[in-house]
């Protein structure tokens, strides 16, 4: 099975002087590496894959080994997270702008499309952050009212530049404080990583969706090949943090831009993730990669 071709390219960017290598390799933003064009600045056909047939052995609970860097426990790492993400909060939004090239909101509102959410569907945004998917979803909508967004951050939360009408919940996807059967869409936007227990996530995923309702989770997954690897791991945890420095009001934001390598460098191999949504009662589900390292996960909630 093939996925639909979609054009990402953005009509401002110029042609990269890298003919042979995805631009996205240069100048992403880590949570908007959204740049989804290879040389030719055309993205057709993205590489589709499902999960193994026996998963058995292969539910995730911790997305990652504790990164000890960081924290000493997996007990600390929500702690920990949670105060990362209270503290840099103000600066996501730009940090994410500068890095991203402005290209975000047009690849956020690409997938969401591609995924299958249309007006007069309701939306959940689970680990809403700043708004930067739900801010789409509701332009795709017509109606904020139809959007909720789920997340654990005060800080996020209080940071949220939101079209009014959009209804805002303070909770952990493991936990979603919301009735059974509510939505016919669920988005995640690159907070994957950063959930306690994946298994218990998705069977939230699963509780809240209405049947026949749709999931779609974005996040980064390193490259194949070496070289590959090690020009994104060189720009993410790197590059990336020293420009957070220069434009960040709080001296930790360049840490956890470097902590996002981490994670996605640790985070469980997406087989494994998809089979967890199969484990948690999810259909149809499969993965699209878009240059190697953007993948969306896509699954549905049975009739």
Known sequence: MRASPIDF???????????????????????????????????TNPTMTTPPHDASGNIVHAPHVPLTEYYQREE????????????????YDRVEKILGLGTG?????????????KPGMRILDV????????????????????????????GMIRNAKLPAGVTVVEGRAESIPLAANGYDFLSMGYALRHVSDMSVAF???????KPGGKVCILEITPPKGKIATALLKG?????????AKLVAKDKDTAQLWRYYWDTIEACAAPE???????????????RTVDVGMFSTYLAEKPL
């Not at 702690?79 to 909060?89: I, M």
């Not at 069977?203 to 969706?209: C, M, P």
């Not at 494994?272 to 499969?286: C, I, P, Q, Y």
Request: net charge positive; hydrophobic share 45%.
């Open 76 to 91: 600390d790492r929500r702690e920990w997270v949670g105060e990362q993400f209270d503290k840099t909060a103000p600066d």
């Open 9 to 43: 390219r953005p009509a401002f960017y110029p042609e990269s002087p890298y003919s042979g290598l995805p631009y996205a390799l240069l100048a992403p933003a880590l949570a908007g590496f959204r740049l989804a064009f290879a040389h030719n600045h055309t993205m």
């Open 105 to 117: 909101p047009t690849y956020r509102r690409k997938i969401l499309e591609f995924a299958g959410l």
């Open 127 to 154: 680990g809403m952050g700043t708004g930067l998917v739900a801010k789409q979803a509701a332009r795709i909508l017509g109606d904020a009212s139809l959007v909720t967004g789920v997340d654990p951050s005060a």
């Open 272 to 286: 494994k993730v998809m089979a967890t949504l199969e484990s948690a009662g999810f259909v149809n589900v499969r």
């Open 203 to 209: 069977a939230e995923f699963h509780r809240v969706l």
């Open 235 to 243: 720009y993410c945890k790197y590059a990336v943090p020293m420009l």
